[in-house]
């Protein structure tokens, strides 16, 4: 019986080990003042130093109508105030989220705010199964916004494909 139980166990185990880390996907972000759809965050996967952590790259952005005006494979505006003058769609604006599961939260990363090209810790947790909370803070102080989970096959097929396989975070200063 302690066999039996121990094989369960290592099965179990090696099963949690491999599993993906929670809340990858495609998370549509809302402007804070017009409260409109302002862009499309790929979140995703990476080895930081051997651990997995968790990041955020923009693939698409919206236009002042809520249509999708811009994506991965069609980048154009620039994000002047961030170092580098990178385009905004392909900009990592998360970075270095490490999972507590004791919380069900991720901390201890970074994000950016690509229109002032400010950079602030971060947490970020899941409300609702279809809304994550995305918090930029400094100390005590900070803003929360709230993402939209997206369906995948509502969207434009260019984005519905992304490869992160490869994907490593760009770290601006």
């Not at 880390?21 to 409109?36: A, R």
């Not at 930081?48 to 994506?71: C, P």
């Not at 899941?126 to 989970?149: A, E």
Request: aromatic fraction near 10%; proline fraction near 5%.
């Amino acid at each position: 019986m302690k066999k039996i139980f121990l094989s369960v166990l290592g099965i179990f185990l090696c099963t949690y080990a491999f599993a993906e880390i929670p809340f990858m996907g495609l998370y549509q972000t809302i402007d804070d003042e017009t409260h409109l759809p302002k862009s499309i965050v790929r979140l995703y996967e990476y080895k930081d130093a051997g651990n997995s952590a968790l990041a955020g790259r923009i693939v698409a952005l919206y236009d002042e109508k809520g249509n999708i005006s811009e994506t991965i494979k069609n980048p154009v505006k620039l994000a002047d105030k961030v170092s580098g003058s990178p385009k905004y769609v392909g900009l990592d604006i998360i970075w270095g989220m490490k999972w507590d599961s004791d919380d069900s939260e991720y901390q201890d990363g970074k994000i950016m705010d690509p229109k002032k090209g400010s950079i602030y810790s971060s947490v970020i947790w899941q409300d609702s199964k279809d809304k994550l909370r995305v918090r930029g803070k400094i100390g005590p102080f900070g803003r929360t916004q709230t993402w939209n989970v997206l369906n995948v096959s509502e969207l434009p097929e260019e984005l519905q494909g992304i490869d992160v396989s490869g994907w490593q975070p760009t770290v601006r200063k």
